[in-house]
């Protein structure tokens, strides 16, 4: 089984920072793309910042200059710094891993997703 499990979440007033980290586990043969998304209430969900394995990254532009994302492929963790929080950032965040891996029987290649953790900013 493969296992994606976030952590880090928390409450933070404005212009705070959070670290989150996210680690997938299992029979792992490769990681490609990385990537944080955020889901608010009643909103679809939508992509923060995306690393690939060779260390390309992308982010939104509303995260830019704010957050910085970092993985470490010897542990196959993401890691998503977070810093100036704003109100507007407050939602679940969600990661997720592009992989090849084996179930027991077959090569996969799957998007996995995490469990989510919930980020709240406010005074």
């Known amino acids: 089984q493969v296992q994606v499990v976030e952590s880090g979440g928390g409450l933070v007033q404005p212009g705070g920072s959070l670290r989150l980290s996210c680690t997938t586990s299992?029979?792992?043969?490769?990681?490609?793309?990385m990537g944080w998304y955020l889901q608010a209430p009643g909103k679809q969900r939508e992509l923060v910042a995306s690393?690939?394995?060779?260390?390309?990254?992308e982010y939104a532009d509303s995260v830019k200059g704010r957050f910085t994302i970092s993985r470490d492929n010897a542990k196959n963790t993401v890691y998503l710094q977070m810093n100036n929080l704003r109100p507007e950032d407050t939602a679940v965040y969600y990661c997720?891993?592009?992989?090849?891996?084996?179930?027991?029987?077959?090569?996969?290649?799957?998007?996995?997703w995490g469990q989510g953790t919930q980020v709240t900013v406010s005074s």
């Open positions: 997720n891993t592009g992989l090849k891996y084996y179930d027991g029987l077959y090569l996969r290649t799957r998007a996995l």
């Open positions: 299992g029979r792992i043969l490769s990681i490609n793309v």
């Open positions: 690393i690939t394995s060779g260390g390309s990254t």
